[in-house]
């Protein structure tokens, strides 16, 4: 066996310019700890000052000059650690994302939780020493500022009393021994401890106790009675039920009647009360499912499977048993659902079935319940994650299986550093893991569809809905027709009749507005034309401002029409409403409905999610408003009714996607009606009733909508033909801006000929132009795309690297950001 001496260390540090491993030597006394994704104190820098490190790699070799290799300070025994597997994935994540290390691992950790090295400078010398011993006005402010508060770390001190130069008076100060410095480790978020109260006599020495104490401390005795019959009490609880202070306890402890300790507590991230969530029957679809994939599981270990099943066809109650099984086996599994709006009912339903074997992972929760939650799958006190797209990362250390529900959301996809697929990390982690993938979903995303067509995933196909309850009714409104025949009103004469009935019948209704995207397309009112660009086959965004049109793939502009082009009507025009008219407009038309809006503004507030769902749940809804917050995984019996407002706006959004997204929306959000005894219906109100994406969705053709989308990514060459690669230059002088991303570029077409001498790829370079969104929070953005077949997408990242990296070294502008983003969800 070879002795590994050496540690490679991901240094805490945002820097990029130490961004790279670096090699100390382990000290012989750690050589058993220091293992790969330990948390580490190393000395860094000139200063050599400490700071946090993670162990990436352990070798027995190195380049590094011996007199120049550090050896690690401490291991740190935290409860927050990375397994080698997650290790292994940071690095895969690290590179496919162009990403930094430190800022993989701090993605993988619960946050707040990195440690720093504080300095803490106490007085050691009496108050009268102070004007004896020390003759200089600044060393006299510090020792004063030192007795009355205590201690205190450097930067506090300097700004308390004003001194610039601090240093030359500490170090004195230091070198008369009047005060001392002590280095301690802490992190933003810790363990929660409280204290706790133990009873230290007997029942037979109770009297003989109260006879004891004081005659008038009479609060000292009361407590001695609160806490004969128990053994343990929390001090919080003692104080407030006999409303006694702490120095009746404390004397109490002194006496040796009670001993105070503070015990760890567990901050619950599931405050409300579970009720239990029975197993129910499978049917044979269901069990068709499950049969397959843990049959496969237990004779293959890894494979990745595609479960497209439409809505209501009971998916949740495969992912439980699959659960259950995988469990017996001794294995852990992971549950990603999109967004905290899934996350009340999801949790209901895991928790409801696993009790205590479940954590939970989402946003929602604070640093402190994410760090209890993430200390729970560490140690092994639960079996089950389920949370949002970090929680693909939950520190198992025997994981079975990872479920990916609703797999076409886009909240899977992350948009900060590093920006990565969870389904992408979710198949790299179950191959490193030999665990078991599972995406789910009513509306596979083209991408994900096509693999299972290909035969990268086995495909699952539930067709029916559980019990053979037959899928919502969809009806179409043409609002051209509406205007034509002078309804000027954003409801349909239909949608108006049906909710009031519904409001009659005591059903509940969604109204769904389809507001993703930020922009404004034209289109005309009359005929549905839509002003697309020719080239890139996606609607042009009108810009106010310059009053021109554009296309956000190719630069293309040109000037609006005043009238329609294809039916020379004036009805042309701007498209965009909000939720809140919505909702004037309809507490107008039914002021007796319970109506409730939620989106955004409405649900800023922790819980408020959690709120709403329960008044549906328990029908004192009847109009419930919302924009894509509602229009997946609710599962609500009484509701009847679904009206979309206006599909058409996400079809028109500049982005290759709309047509996918639109398809999407409009049988989730129809999904959601009649799920229950009861039958459902939709209405959809739409300019442009012929638009396949919305004639496939009314007659929920999944099939047919891949066939006629994939064929047109296909002809326009997008993915998953092609990867997009989108690169962001930006900064808050508009003329920088504009130079360095013509530098860089040209440096990416130069590095690419270098390379290859592929002039065919250098012509696939678009831009830089005018990113969608020109300026954000005062920044000026421009971008390139290129779009990059698979096989040369390593040749990119590297190119890319590279660009990067030397135009941060070299600094040719300053302040300028270029952010890289692979198959970004959007390009706006
Ligand atoms: N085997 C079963 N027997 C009876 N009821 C079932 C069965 N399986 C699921 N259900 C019920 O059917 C309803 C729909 O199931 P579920 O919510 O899991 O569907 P889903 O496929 O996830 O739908 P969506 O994609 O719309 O979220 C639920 O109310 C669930 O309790
Ligand atoms: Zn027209
Ligand atoms: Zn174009």
């Known amino acids: 066996m070879t002795c590994k001496i050496f540690a490679e260390v991901v240094v805490d540090n ?166 001392q410095i002590d280095k301690r480790i802490s992190a933003e978020v810790n363990k929660k401890y409280e204290k706790f109260i133990y009873k230290k006599f007997s029942g037979k020495d109770r009297d003989n106790i109260l006879g004891n104490i004081a005659p008038n401390a009479t609060k000292q005795k ?68 499950v049969d397959a994939i843990y049959n496969d599981y237990v004779e293959n270990g890894f494979n990745k499977f595609l479960i497209h099943g439409v809505t209501g066809s009971g998916k949740t109650e495969i992912y439980l048993q699959l659960i259950e099984k995988i469990l017996d086996m001794g294995k852990e599994a992971i549950v990603l659902v999109p967004e905290i709006s899934l996350t009340p009912q999801t949790v209901e339903r895991f928790a409801g079935r696993f009790k205590n074997k479940v954590a939970v992972l989402h946003s929602g929760l604070s640093y402190g319940e994410r760090y209890d939650e993430w200390r729970k799958i560490k140690a092994g006190e639960v079996q089950i994650a389920v949370g949002a797209r970090s929680a ?10 990872i479920i990916i529900d609703e797999e076409h959301e886009t909240s899977y996809k992350s948009s900060i550093n590093p920006k990565y697929n969870a389904i992408e990390v979710g198949e790299k982690r179950c191959e490193i893991e030999n665990a078991t993938l599972i995406l789910g979903s009513a509306t596979p995303s083209i991408e994900s569809y096509y693999k299972a067509k290909e035969g990268e995933y086995k495909l699952l196909e539930l ?44 059903k509940q209704t969604i109204l769904f507005l389809n507001r993703r995207g930020f922009s404004t397309f034209v289109s005309c009112r009359k005929c549905g034309f839509v002003v697309k660009c020719k080239e890139c086959d996606i609607a042009l965004t009108y810009h106010g401002a310059q ?21 020379q009507s004036k009805y042309i025009k701007y498209f965009g409403i909000g939720t809140q008219k919505v909702e004037d407009e309809v507490k107008k038309l039914f002021p007796q409905g319970r109506i409730v809006r939620m989106d955004m503004d409405t649900t800023s507030t922790k819980g408020s999610h959690e709120r709403i769902f329960e008044k549906m749940k328990k029908g004192s809804i009847d109009i419930l408003i919302g924009t894509q917050m509602i229009s997946k995984g609710l599962d609500f019996p009484n509701v009847t009714l679904v009206g979309i407002i206006a599909a058409d706006t996400t079809l028109n959004i500049p982005d290759f996607k709309a047509s996918e997204r639109t398809f999407q929306l409009l049988t989730q959000v129809g999904g959601r009606a009649g799920r229950g005894e009861y039958e459902g219906r939709v209405i959809l109100q739409t300019y442009e009733p012929d638009h396949y994406s919305i004639l496939t969705a009314q007659y929920h053709d999944y099939i047919s909508f891949y066939e006629k989308e994939i064929s047109i990514r296909k002809a326009f060459d997008y993915p998953p033909f092609t990867n997009i690669v989108s690169i962001i230059v930006s900064g808050e002088n508009e003329k920088d801006v504009f130079e360095s991303s013509k530098q860089i570029a040209n440096k990416i077409k130069e590095d690419i000929i270098k390379e290859t001498n592929d002039l065919d790829l250098v012509n696939k370079i678009i831009g830089p132009m005018e990113a969608p969104i020109y300026r954000i929070k005062g920044r000026f953005r421009r971008q390139i795309i290129i779009k990059i077949k698979e096989s040369r997408l390593s040749l990119i990242i590297k190119v890319l690297d590279r660009v990067n990296k030397e135009s941060r070294t070299k600094n040719y502008f300053e302040n300028i950001r270029i952010s890289t983003d692979i198959n970004p969800v959007s390009i706006i």
């Open 14 to 179: 945002t820097s990029s310019s130490t961004d790279k491993l670096f090699t100390y030597s382990i000290p012989s006394k750690y050589e058993k700890d220091a293992k790969i994704g330990r948390k580490v104190l190393v000395p860094f820098g000139r200063g050599n000052k400490l700071v946090e490190g993670m162990i990436i790699n352990l070798i027995n070799h190195t380049d590094v000059d011996f007199d120049r290799l550090k050896p690690i300070k401490t291991v740190l025994h935290d409860s927050i650690f990375l397994s080698e597997n997650l290790i292994k994935l940071s690095l895969w994540i690290k590179d496919m994302y162009m990403a930094q290390y430190s800022e993989v691992i701090k993605t993988m950790m619960p946050s707040g939780t990195t440690n720093k090295v504080i300095e803490l400078i106490s007085l050691t010398c009496k108050e009268e020493d102070i004007y004896h011993k020390v003759k200089s006005k600044n060393g006299i402010k510090i020792l004063e500022y030192l007795f009355k508060y205590g201690e205190s770390d450097l930067q506090k001190i300097k700004e308390a009393t004003g001194i610039t130069n601090i240093n030359p008076s500490i170090n004195l100060l230091l070198k008369n021994s009047l005060i």
């Open 222 to 289: 009361e407590i001695i009675k609160y806490i004969q019959d128990k053994e343990v009490v929390s001090l919080k609880e003692l104080m407030i039920d006999t409303n006694c202070s702490l120095s009746s306890v404390k004397s109490l402890e002194e006496k040796g009647y009670l001993k105070i300790e503070e015990i760890e507590v567990r901050r619950e991230a599931i405050t409300k009360e579970i009720h239990l969530y029975k197993k129910l029957d499978l049917t044979k679809d269901q069990q068709k499912c």
């Open 392 to 401: 693909i990362f939950a520190p198992f250390d025997n994981l079975g299986l």
């Open 463 to 506: 067709p029916n809905r559980v019990n053979n309850k037959s899928l919502p009714k969809i009806e179409v409104i043409d609002m051209k027709t509406e205007l034509d025949n002078g309804n000027k009103s954003m409801f349909s004469n239909e949608l108006y009749n049906a909710i009031r009935d519904n409001l009659n019948n005591k």
């Open 547 to 567: 009053n021109i049109l554009k296309c956000h793939y190719c630069g293309y502009t040109f000037k609006p029409p005043t009238v329609c082009p294809s039916c």
